[in-house]
């Protein structure tokens, strides 16, 4: 479980819900209003080996949306 001390200098637990698989992910996007629009182009700005990132990334693939993945951080 990850901690934070935030401003207060005292560590704190995080809770972090995190859906399941993308399909639970595009799902709650889709609750949210994100997934609602027709054409969407997505811009991975990340690496990929980041789990949220991939997850991110996945899941507006499977919607159907453009993909554009930097190919280099500097």
Not at 6 to 31: E, F, K, S, Y
């Amino acid at each position: 479980m990850p901690y934070t001390s935030a401003t207060t200098g005292q560590p704190t637990a995080v809770l972090q819900i995190r859906p399941r698989n993308t399909h639970d992910h595009m799902r709650m996007m889709q609750r949210l209003g994100i997934a609602d629009e027709e054409e969407v182009v997505y811009l991975c700005c990340s690496q990929l080996y980041h789990p949220p990132v991939l997850l991110m990334t996945a899941t507006e693939v499977q919607m159907g949306s453009q993909v554009v993945i930097m190919n280099a951080w500097r």
